[in-house]
Nanobody, 119 residues
Framework: QVQLEESGGGLVQAGGSLRLSCTAS????????MGWYRQAPGEQRELVAT???????NYGDSVKGRFTISRDNAKNTVYLQMNSLKPEDTAVYYC?????????????WGQGTQVTVSS
């Protein structure tokens, strides 16, 4: 089993920055990639960014050029640096760990952290 602990959400004005952190514990050898999704009220959960074990990143179109995902392998932690934030970035941000469980692909999710961007 994998546990994910998120931190770093909060309230920020438009144009500001925030950094989210997600630390994995437990069966971390099962993880192939980590990243972030977000869900705004009434909307579907959408990709923000992922980073796999060989350093390949994948960003959602709406955050390209503004958000950067990175990791600290020694701390089993992935970071999301969010710059030039917009009100439409307001959402609950969920950390995801993609990996294998019992030989099958499996996703673990964090509890979510609220990001609110005021105009």
């Amino acid at each position: 089993q994998v546990q994910l602990e998120e931190s770093g959400g909060g309230l920020v004005q438009a144009g500001g920055s925030l950094r989210l952190s997600c630390t994995a514990s437990g069966s971390i050898f099962s993880i192939n990639a980590m990243g972030w999704y977000r869900q705004a009220p009434g909307e579907q959960r959408e990709l923000v960014a992922t980073l796999n074990s060989v350093g390949v990143t994948n960003y959602g179109d709406s955050v390209k050029g503004r958000f950067t995902i990175s990791r600290d392998n020694a701390k089993n932690t992935v970071y999301l640096q969010m710059n030039s934030l917009k009100p439409e970035d307001t959402a609950v941000y969920y950390c995801i760990a993609e990996g294998l469980k019992a030989g099958a692909e499996y996703n673990w999710w964090g509890q979510g952290t609220q990001v609110t961007v005021s105009s």
